[in-house]
Structures are given as C-alpha cells and as structure tokens.
C-alpha cells in the first residue's frame, strides 16, 4: 500500500475542501494579505508598462518629429540648414526663458498682478506642428492665433496657470520685451511639450516675429534653437542621425530621436516606480506576516487532526505535502485576485493620468503580471514555511495526553529551508526593484527590524516569566496573563513582530513622507539668495550692479559671466562613448554653464591642485566639481574637451572644487580660466538676496529696468 | 510482538520522570490483551510506544518482524498504515470531514484505489450504512467511537489498539461499542490491545496484564474471555 503522488493530491483537494466547508474563515487575512501585495505590484508594473507604451506609441508625437536637433545660442547654418532641409520638412522654433508681465492701461490692468511672471517662451515658424495637434480654448487656428493684429499686437497663447499667475484672462495684453502680446487663447495641449526637459515656467507660445520684435534675443543670450525634422519617406532616422553627425562633428548640437523623446518623463517613472515598488515590499512584508500568522492560526486550529492523521499513517512528508498544496491553492487565488486588480488599474488611471499629458497604453502586460504573480507566491511560500514545517513535525502522542495539541518545533535543517527561501524573496526582491541599492537597503532593513523585534519578543517573554513567577499569591488575573505571554507556544512573538513591524512600516513611510517635504522646504538654506537674474546682457552689467546695490536691503549680490556648453571629449575620447556612474551622467547629458573666473569664487572649496595666477592668460585650465572629476576618472592634468558654439576648446584640469550644490549660491561645475572665454559672446548671471517681503518690488523693479532679464525666484 | 526490557523517561520541568521501568511482554497474533493498571501506571505510554508514537529510552520492541528501532519515524508511520489500528477514548474524528470520509482517510493516504467502496463496507460492518454523509457534530458519542473503529479496522490492521474507548460512553452504549471491537478483532484475525480502568472490561480479554508503576504486576491469562483464538 505505498502512497503515491496522485493520492495525496486526491486527499488534499478533499481535505481543501472539507477545510472550505466552514468558510475561508482563518484564510480571509490571508487572501487579503495576498491580494493586496499583488494587487499593489502588478499596478505599479502593469502602470509603468502602459507609460512606456504609450511613450513609445506616442514618441513623434512627444518628440514632435522623427529627428530634434537642439543649439544654444545660435541658429543653423546655412550647410547646416541644407542638409537638414535635405533629409525632410524642418520646423524651426526658439526657446528662452523670459518675464511676462500684464500691460498697464489695458481693460484687465487694475485686476491684474503687477507682479511679472517667469515664463517659458517658445516660437514656432508656419510649420509647427509637424505631428499631433495642438489643444487650444477657445478652439482656433494655432498659426492663425499666433499673427499680428491690426492694433500692432502679436497673438500668443499660453498655459492656463500663466493667466492665474497673471490674474488675467484671454483677450488680455501682456509685454514680453518690447512687445505687446494678446492672449489669443489658452493652450490645454502642447504637442511636444512631453519632450521638453526641464521647465522653470508656464508656457507662452508667440510666432518668430514676435519674438524678434521683443528684442529679447541678444548675441550671447541663453536661446536654443530647436529643430524638429518629418523624414522623407524611406529614410532612416538613426542613419540620418549618424550621418549629420559625422558631417557636422562640431556643430554641438544634440540630436534626439523618438526613442529618447521623453527621457525626463521616463526617468521621472522609473524613480516613482522604484519607491512605489518600496511601498509595494511594504505591503507584501507586511502581508507576509500576514500569511504566516494565518497559515500558523489555521495550522493550530487544525493541529488535532494533524496529529491524527500521523497516528493514521500520515508520514511527515505527506503531512507537509498536503498543506503545502492547500496553502498553494489558496496563495494562487489571493495571487490572481490581486494581479486581477493590478492589470486592470491602468484602464481606470488611463484616463486621470491623460490629463496629466502622461499618454497611457492600456493592455495587459504580460511582464510586470509574471514578475508580480512569482514575488505574490515566493512571498506565501516564504513566510508560510515555518508554520508549515512545525505542522509536520506535531507530536501525535500529545492526543493521548490531557491539555492541548500544539504544532512541533524547528530542527537546523528546517531553519535552513527558512533561510534559504528568505533568501530567494530578498534575491528576487532585489533584482526586480529597479534599484539594486534600494532594494538591497530595504531588504537589509526589513531583516534588521525583524531580528529586533524577535529579540525583543524574546526578552518579553522571560521578563513575563520572571514576572509571574515573583506575583506568586498575589494579582491571580496579571499572574494569568504573564502565564499565558511566557508560554513556550504562546503567539507573543508573532504579536510582537506583527504589530512592531506594521507600526514600523507605517511610521516609514509617514517619516519618508515627511521629510522629503521638509528636504523641499528646509534645503533651501537661510542665506540663499532670493533671486537669479539670468540673461543679463554686457552692456547691462554695470547698470544692472548699480541697480542690485542700491536696492534696499538688498544683499550678497554676485553676477558672474556665463557660457553654455557640452562636454564633448573627456582626455580626448568623445562623451557619446563614456559610460559614467548614473549619479554623474547628468555632467555629460546635454548642456552646462560654464564660466571664466581669474580668481577663486569665494565659495569655492579647492580639494586638490592650486588655482591659477590672477593674471594668468596662458592655454585654456579648468577648475573642475571633484564630484565630476571622480566619476570621469579625471585627475589634475588631464584634458577636457568643451564644445562652445560649434566650437571645440581643450582645456587642462587645474584643480578641483567641492560643491554643495545644496547651497543655492552660484556654482558651475566648470571654471575656465580667462583668456579664450573672454572673447565668446556671453550674457552674465547674478544673483541677489532681499528680505522676503521686498522681492515682489524687486521683481517688478527689475522687469521694468531690464526687460530682458529674466528673474527665477528661489523661494 | 515482543517487547524486551522496555524503559521510556520523559524531562518535565521538575528534572525526568521514569515512566515505564522496564516492560518484557510478548503478545501472539490473535490474542486479546487487556491492559489494566491505576492512573500513572504507564498503561498509555505503553501503548503509545506499541503505536511507534513515542520512542523507548531504552529497550527492544518488535512487532510483526519488524525491530522499531530500526525505523525512523515516517517509517514507523508507514508500518503504523499497514498494520495498525488505533481507537482513541476521545473518537478523534477529523471535524471537517464525513464520516464516511473520515473512515476514507487511512486507505487513501495509503493510496488505496477504492478507498471509498471499503469505507462504506466498515461503517455498514459498525452499522452505520445510513450514516455516511453525516459529520462528526452531527452523531452521537456512540456513533461516533464506531465511525472511529470503522476507521482502525478498514485497512484489516495485524494490530488493534484501543485506548479506554468507552471512557466517553454511557455504560449502554459502551457496551455495543465493546461488543463491536471484540468481534470486528475476531473477524479480522487481529490482535487486541484493550487499555482500560475497567476490570470487567478487560476480563473479557483473553489475558490481563497489569500494570503498576511502570512495571508488570501480574500477567495471566483470563478465567471468563469474550472469546480466544491464541495460535
């Protein structure tokens, strides 16, 4: 009479049953549990496959077209324009920062804000756009809303919070520059605004002419000239990408194609997934403790038929094998319930995340579903082994004996089998989080706050023990009670851990929470400045320093020049085929300011080399960020190759600095010393420190005096 | 079944407790043994190290040719399948389950294609034919303990233990439930190992053996057994 597999699985699905007859009862926090831990990760992986769908399904729209070419400062040349003309249809547009504010004298003047406003200007040429379709209200023609109306003012159209900002409304005039702008209508949709990096403003969108007649656009002004290219049937775009490329090698401008259209949003997605992801461990650690106080509860409430059946003839194994397989059945339908839930949260989030102009391709992914469902089960099986394997170690003599039947203990090698399944959760939870430090932290927190809390459990118990043992005739009900928490298999462990630990979770993330707001609140120090005026023309800068000083209580004005530039070579190895650490890309990826300095910043914190003589005019050397240096592998001597307007300058590594960037003051990864620089058409940046309720005067004092100065408000 | 120089000592909190101090005894097939003996006596433990639920401390014990201590314990649990049955004072029915189900459960951990055909067959043979499909809480104490020795008697075990099977019955019905367990042993050809407090009970038997402080006080043979088929 040898059992075979085929019977056990036969006499679990009966005892599953037999156990379901009265109700799911010790299984209800267990599907929850399950359900929840899914449910949480397959949304967060199904959602962020929908967005990098969507992405990608979207990518000319978002780009705006098949090919971007971006400059600083100048527009393309006339070969540069050729051959760009040449591969298909080009829409030009300009992109600067500036101050707009609402026209004294006009209808809405004595409503409106005197304060001007920071906006993000952007002038699109007859062709824009090349794909998608722009949103306006009321709804009009976008090139029809942009022209110039009789009266001599210049159509424009700008986002909602810009007229909020503005406290005026649509048909009301603004001046940009020298120009008068009419709000010709709101712009609820800008095409290809998803590709756009980084936006310190509400969009204000005007025509070329606009823009020119603003007077704005002066040489060295911080200007980027975007070109958006529709390919020609049949054409490539990573061939035509490689091509102007090699035949442009110093045009420094940046070339993206649809792939990398939205590499903010998508780097933004990929930090929120990875701490929604922290959230959803969160839920499946706690879950897990979950599972395992209810597979515990239901094991226990079971133990007396456990027993019989070993005094039937149930082997150890058998006994495992059989709950094993109920504990799988039901961690399958708690898993699926939740990945249920989880694959259909993009349809209903589609819509909200829509008017967040995050496009979301609904579907099921089949991916984040798999990785969801493998981490649900490896979590059951994980935390539902201990009580699993102390059910089939239960000693069946204890039903001849008075008192309760009680689950058996853990041998070594079941500790083991803990461990190692511990193990492949942590493994798995790391590998899948996106982070692996992230993960590899939480984890190790997780195991920390577990062994914290079992000791402290531990400790509890023999303090209860002594307790009830030193209350000998007196208090009987606390005696009872310290009885029952020194217990050899009382729940007091289970209680300890699973309260500390849910207690744990949530002070976290409320703490997380909490100070991720203060960061934003508090890192911006008490000495930071209040303004940045960036933009600030040559001829401007002694009117403008005789302005910043004279202002009351005006304080720690600093104004240096500024350039922006690339980073083309590092020790003469071009930057497109460096790989740096991800936490110093950023030096590499698009364009830096730059400046020229004779002497030392008086910020500057030198860690090595020295700092060149005052009136040194010698071969272009660079004051590098320490930071940089490391993650480029750069020490003093080496060379780096800045791309400055089209043109390449080699400089040497002179020294380097350490940057709180935290600080706020004015920093620039880069120094050059004077010389070359000097000679490059530039515009200055300063910045200016003023009691909080003088800085609306300020800005508006400012805009007046230098139209084309833009101030961002650091506070 | 031989048991030579049996101890069994058990730790308590108060320092070990010599349970059994030394038990030879040999049982034949077919013989019915009633063990006897006041509270503390060891009657349990005994039978509990005859089930191969407890492990001595120090002697030999073989059953049907096989040395316990030879077997580890899922071992002694698949010897437990094959060739022994157990009858609980307190039935030990799984709540959950039928009692036809209930009597299923041996047969079917031993793989045992129709484990349901032979389960109906005991419980007609225990007279409860119209009692399948009921649950534990809906018999009576009585029917019950003969769902319970349906059970130990389906798989035809070589040895048969009952452990005070009528200590939860009322005089009446512990009677029918005796009569049953003699005659199904009979029936089988197994042996009967009766632990009872029960004198008249175990008179029935066709050897007494009593027990006191962890050792045999007396051995012989009964003057009135129910029936004795020593071989």
Request: hydrophobic share 50%; proline share 5%.
């Amino acid at each position: 009479m040898a059992s075979s597999p085929m019977a056990v699985l036969k006499f679990a699905w009966r005892d599953l049953r037999s156990s379901l007859r009265g109700g799911l009862r010790g299984f209800r926090i267990f599907l929850i549990c399950l359900i929840l831990g899914a449910a949480v990760i397959a949304a967060i992986g199904s959602l962020s496959s929908g967005i990098v769908a969507g992405l990608a399904a979207n990518g000319k729209a978002i780009l705006g077209g098949d090919l971007e070419f971006r400059l600083i400062y100048r527009p393309a040349d006339q070969d540069e324009m050729h051959a760009l003309n040449g591969s298909g249809t080009v829409t030009h547009s300009e992109e600067m920062r500036a101050m707009v504010k609402a026209t004294a004298g006009t209808a809405a003047a004595n409503t409106a804000s005197s304060d001007p406003a920071l906006v993000e200007v952007k002038a699109v040429d007859r062709l824009y756009p090349l794909y998608g379709q722009a949103e306006i209200d009321p709804p009009q023609d976008l090139q029809a809303a942009l022209t110039q109306r009789p009266d001599g003012r210049y159509g424009a159209l700008v986002e909602p919070t810009l007229l909020q900002r503005l406290q005026i409304g649509v048909g009301d005039t603004v001046t940009l520059g020298q120009v008068r702008l009419i709000i010709a209508g709101t712009l609820l949709h800008e095409p290809d605004r998803g590709s756009q990096i980084f936006g310190l403003g509400p969009r204000l969108m005007i025509s070329p002419q606009a823009l020119a007649a603003s007077d704005l656009a002066q040489p060295g002004s911080l200007i980027y000239h975007v070109y958006k290219v529709k390919l020609q049937p049949g054409l490539d775009a990573a061939r035509v990408k490689d091509q102007l490329s090699a035949r442009f090698p110093t045009a420094g401008w940046r070339i993206r194609g649809v792939e990398d259209a939205s590499t903010g949003l998508r780097n933004f997605l990929n930090r929120t997934a990875q701490y929604l992801n922290l959230v959803g461990f969160c839920a499946l650690l706690i879950g897990g403790l979950g599972v395992a106080n209810a597979v515990r509860a239901f094991l226990e409430s079971k133990a007396r038929s456990l027993a019989v059946l070993k005094c039937l003839g149930a082997s150890s194994s058998q006994l495992l094998a059989l709950y094993l397989i109920l504990v799988g059945v039901m961690a399958l339908i708690g898993t699926a319930i939740g990945l249920v839930i989880g694959a259909v949260t993009p349809f209903f989030l589609g819509a909200m995340l829509a008017r967040f102009d995050v496009p979301i391709l609904a579907g099921l992914y089949l991916k984040p579903l798999l990785l969801a469902a493998a981490i649900s089960l490896l979590t059951a099986f994980a935390f539902a082994l201990a009580p699993l394997l102390k059910a089939r170690r239960v000693k069946p003599a204890q039903l001849f004996r008075s008192g309760p039947v009680e689950l058996g203990g853990l041998n070594r090698y079941d500790l083991g089998a803990i461990g190692g399944a511990a193990i492949v959760l942590a493994a798995a939870a790391i590998l899948t989080a996106g982070s692996i430090k992230l993960a590899a932290g939480f984890v190790a927190a997780a195991v920390l706050t577990l062994i914290a809390f079992a000791v402290l459990a531990a400790g509890l118990k023999r303090l209860a023990g002594h307790g009830k043992a030193r209350l000998q005739g007196q208090s009987r009900a606390l005696r009872f009670a310290l009885a029952d928490i020194a217990r050899r298999q009382s729940p007091t462990a289970s209680v300890v851990l699973s309260i500390g630990l849910g207690l744990t979770v949530l002070v976290a993330i409320a703490l997380i929470q909490r100070n991720m707001l203060r960061d934003l609140e508090e890192t911006v120090p008490g000495h930071a400045p209040s303004f940045y005026f960036i933009d600030i023309q040559p001829q401007q800068i002694d009117a403008f320093d005789a302005f910043a000083r004279k202002f009351p209580g005006a304080d720690d004005f600093q104004r240096v020049p500024m350039l922006r530039g690339r980073i083309a070579a590092v020790k003469d190895v071009p930057a497109d085929r460096l790989k740096p650490p991800s936490d110093i890309a950023w030096v590499l990826k698009g364009d830096r300011g730059l400046t020229w300095s004779a002497t030392a910043p008086s910020n500057a914190k030198i860690v090595e080399g020295q700092w060149w003589p005052a009136d040194y005019q010698g071969p272009p050397l660079i004051s590098l960020d320490a930071a940089a240096a490391k993650g480029l592998g750069l020490t003093i001597g080496d060379s780096l190759t800045v791309n400055l307007l089209g043109r390449e300058i080699t400089g040497k590594i002179a020294n380097l600095r350490e940057i709180d960037w935290s600080s706020l003051d004015i920093n620039f990864v880069m120094v050059f010393s004077p010389g070359l620089l000097q000679q490059a058409p530039q515009t200055y940046i300063a910045t200016l420190r003023v009691p909080t309720d003088s800085e609306g005067k300020l800005l508006a004092a400012s805009t007046q005096e230098f139209p084309n100065v833009s101030a961002i408000r650091v506070k | 079944m031989d048991l030579v120089g049996l101890q069994l000592t058990l730790a308590s909190d108060a320092g070990e407790v010599n349970i059994l101090r030394g038990i030879d005894l040999t049982i034949a097939q077919g013989e019915t043994v009633g063990v006897v003996g006041p509270s503390g006596s060891g009657k349990t433990s005994l039978m509990l190290l005859i089930a191969g639920l407890e492990k001595p401390t120090q002697g030999s014990l073989r059953i049907a040719g096989q040395d316990f201590g030879q077997l580890n314990e899922d071992r002694l649990a698949l010897f437990r399948r094959r060739e022994i049955g157990i009858v609980f004072q307190a039935f030990h029915l799984i709540p959950t389950m039928t009692a036809v189900e209930n009597v299923a459960v041996p047969l079917e951990l031993a793989g045992v294609p129709d484990a349901f055909a032979a389960a109906r067959q005991a419980l007609q043979a225990v007279g409860l034919a119209h009692r399948l499909q009921h649950y534990p809480a809906q018999l009576s104490g009585g029917e019950q303990q003969r769902v319970a020795l349906a059970r130990a008697i389906v798989g035809k075990p070589k040895l048969l233990l009952a452990d005070e099977p009528t200590g939860n019955l009322d005089l009446e019905t512990g009677a029918v439930v005796m009569d049953l367990i003699f005659e199904l042993a009979r029936e089988h050809g197994s042996t009967l190992l009766l632990i009872t407090h029960d004198p008249a009970l175990a008179a029935r038997c066709s050897r007494i053996v009593h027990l006191a402080d962890g050792r045999i006080k007396d051995d012989r043979l009964s003057k009135s057994p129910q029936f004795n088929i020593v071989t």
